[in-house]
């Protein structure tokens, strides 16, 4: 999963980007800081987090800056080179580029590189490289042509393999394309031609790479709108001087294959790429993140300006020319996995019980062998399946149950519903019941009326249904308010989407109290929510501590006094029931970053509401010195803060404007500045035992007697 953030303009400067956009986006020694070079005269040191600029530089009049500008990690100094040939290096406090280190280089320069751990590299345009050092020791030495004649240098990139950098680069000539990979530690450059798997003449228009220190994964990204990878070996194993690889399809379609301006291809981390380009004919560009291992469309972004087709990205930011401004997306990428799809699973199995699995062994019921790879095996397989079921004499349970959900009536379906839940469990079980459940969905939809609500609960607690499998149940659910299934679903099911959960939250919010009061709803993971929290341990009365804390004994200055908590401190503000339903919500699993944009539709009322329980619950948490809730399953202090942060990072604008919420956010903010100053307490007791610690160990090796003083804070 991954998701595009609100973007941010890095400057209001318009910047002079040319037909071809800017010469680039380097990142200086500083993580925060980056330099842009635009594709005339000027170089410019951003701050990204004070989104304002630090120092900018430029080129005489009449001079050219020809390629971006770098920052040598080694010396914290700026490279650049105007008029191809001419290099320049100076520091934050220089201020005219005129009177700075100039060198005059005796071919022309295609591109500086420079990463940490290695010194920056010259790549000139013939295809020789040079370290600095030895090229500023004598910068009119002769430069070897590489490539040959009317080949051109498209793109270039350097890497770390092993502590050693790695340079790649690519070039292209009468629309064949070969890639260079020089290494230096062992000095070798290696030639590839790319070839096309279907032998197809496209254009390439942007190159991405990434490496698992030994294969290179080239990406290229052609005018028909696919995404190709190439596998190269960072040491070859032969010595042939030149050698062919495949360009094999990776994306098929992400962006038009009718645009004439280009489009752009990054890379983001091992399993999704940025894509940046029109998504059909003479419609604005837009900017895309796809999964690769999957490949599969994560997110997108429109750009209604306009872009110059050009993306970098460097951490969890991207650096797009939006309109005439620079404008930075931060974005952020989950682990390609179906376990990482799920979401963060903020509980564990609760010890004693039987661990249960959520998800169905496909290939186990469909009676595939575990090492069975053959897609043509597995369709004769399901064939002489099928014969021999038609070529039985008795009807299976579960066929006659299917047959039942699509023309009877509830209690006629309940009846066989009992039958096949009591018969012998076959591998087909668990898909025959998903094959249930969507007949009795379809059904529901179908008819307003009907709602087998006893038999959807029975297949539900089978353990066997998942959100994917069913993805109708819930909507359905919701619709017929039925708040027990969903609370039946939210504990069960461990793939809801974010989109769902909070639409259960606006229910269990919304819904009247009368409702609730007919509804059967597991109370596991509510205890006495409706006592008082002060009637045993929150009086303020002598003697009693408030989790190993008296704050009448304190002296600490930071620390605000809970005398006067206001009504949120001293009564549950929901009733039992929606405490329990609000629970299961609590502890439902979720990704932070597709949870906050469904948490901003919520109510305003229903915020404060939510976060006036979730106070409770903290107070709650504070009453003993376990910091956890009373119940079976209650919801944990992690849960708890973590739920208070995401409504807070949501709706905060909208809280403050809440007249009822200021006494809220009021002891919110007292409570955070009293756990400020015990933890400040802790780490000088921390600091206190260590020093005792050393002490015991410097009397082992004495011999004397002697009195000593530890004096505490």
């Not at 934050?92 to 280089?105: C, G, I, Q, R």
């Not at 903020?346 to 998800?359: E, L, R």
């Not at 969905?441 to 087998?452: I, N």
């Amino acid at each position: 999963m991954a998701a595009l953030e609100e973007e941010f303009t890095l400057s209001a400067v318009h910047l002079s980007a040319g037909p071809d956009g800017l010469l680039g986006v380097e990142q200086s020694h500083k993580t925060d800081q980056f330099l842009v070079t635009d594709s005339s005269r000027t170089v410019i040191l951003y701050k990204v987090s004070d989104q304002k600029p630090l120092g900018s530089w430029s080129v005489k009049q009449g001079q050219v800056i020809t390629c971006p500008a770098v920052c040598n990690f080694q010396t914290g100094e700026y490279i650049v080179v105007h008029d191809n040939k001419v290099l320049r290096i100076w520091n934050n406090e220089d201020v005219n580029l005129d009177k700075v280190f100039k060198a005059t280089l005796s071919a022309e320069v295609y591109r500086i590189h420079s990463i940490q751990g290695t010194e920056p590299l010259v790549l000139f345009k013939e295809g020789a490289v040079r370290g600095l050092e030895a090229l500023l020791a004598e910068p009119q030495q002769k430069i070897e042509t590489v490539i040959s004649d009317e080949e051109v240098i498209k793109w270039t990139k350097l890497f770390m393999v092993y502590r050693h950098p790695v340079l790649i680069y690519i070039t292209e000539k009468h629309g064949a394309y070969f890639a260079y990979v020089q290494t230096f530690n062992s000095s070798v450059l290696s030639k590839y031609t790319l070839l096309h798997e279907q032998e197809e003449k496209s254009v390439i228009q942007s190159f991405t790479a990434s490496v698992d220190r030994k294969v290179i994964s080239l990406m290229s990204l052609s005018s028909d709108g696919c995404v190709y990878e190439t596998l190269i070996p960072v040491h070859p194993g032969n010595q042939e001087k030149s050698r062919k690889i495949v360009r094999s399809l990776l994306l098929k379609d992400t962006v038009s294959g009718s645009t004439q301006n280009g489009a752009a291809l990054a890379v983001l981390d091992r399993d999704h790429v940025a894509v940046l380009g029109p998504p059909l004919p003479a419609a604005k560009d837009r900017l895309s993140i796809w999964n690769t291992k999957f490949q599969t469309l994560q997110t997108s972004k429109d750009l209604p300006q306009g872009t110059s087709r050009q993306v970098w990205y460097y951490g969890e930011n991207l650096f797009i020319l939006h309109g005439k401004f620079l404008v930075v997306i931060p974005y952020k990428c989950e682990v390609s996995s179906l376990a990482g799809a799920l979401g963060k699973l903020k509980y564990s199995q609760d010890p004693g019980t039987h661990a249960m699995s959520h998800f169905v062994n496909w290939e186990a019921s469909q009676g595939f062998g575990a090492g069975s790879q053959d897609s043509e095996q597995s369709k004769r397989i399901l064939r002489r399946r099928k014969v021999e079921m038609s070529t039985q004499s008795e009807v299976p349970v579960s066929t006659q149950l299917l047959s039942t959900i699509k023309k009877d009536n509830e209690k006629h379906i309940e009846v066989e519903l009992r039958k096949f839940l009591a018969a012998k469990r076959t591998p087909e079980f668990y898909t025959t019941v998903g094959d249930v459940v969507i007949g009795l969905v379809e059904r529901c939809k179908a008819e307003p009326s009907f709602y087998p609500r006893n038999s959807v609960m029975q297949l539900i607690q089978t353990h066997g249904l998942s959100y994917s499998l069913c993805p109708g149940l819930m909507e359905v659910a919701l619709e017929k308010t039925d708040v027990q299934v969903l609370q039946l679903c939210l504990q069960q099911f461990p793939d809801i989407p974010e989109s769902a959960t909070c639409a259960c939250l606006k229910l269990f919010l919304s819904v009247s109290d009368d409702s609730l009061q007919e509804a059967d709803v597991s109370m596991d993971s509510v205890s006495d929510c409706s006592d008082a929290v002060h009637d045993e341990t929150m009086e303020q009365q002598p003697g009693i501590l408030q989790n190993g804390f008296r704050p009448e004994d304190s002296n600490c200055n930071n620390c605000e006094k809970h005398q006067d908590t206001g009504d949120e401190a001293t009564s549950c503000p929901v009733t039992p029931k929606r405490a329990a339903l609000l629970n299961v919500i609590l502890r439902a699993a979720y990704s932070e970053a597709f949870l906050l944009p469904h948490l901003k539709d919520i109510p305003a009322q229903h915020v404060t509401l939510f976060l006036q329980y979730l106070y409770f619950l903290y107070l709650k948490c504070n009453e003993n010195a376990t910091m956890t809730l009373p119940g079976i399953h209650p919801p944990t202090l992690n849960q708890i803060m973590d739920w208070i942060c995401l409504l807070l990072d949501a709706n905060f604008t909208v809280v403050v404007m809440i007249p009822e919420a200021k006494r809220l956010l009021l002891n919110l903010y007292k409570f955070v500045k009293s756990q400020i100053c015990i933890c400040s307490e802790l780490n000088k007791i921390e600091v206190s035992f260590r020093e005792l610690q050393k002490l015991n160990q410097e009397k082992n090796n004495r011999e004397l007697y002697s009195i000593e003083v530890l004096e505490l804070f």
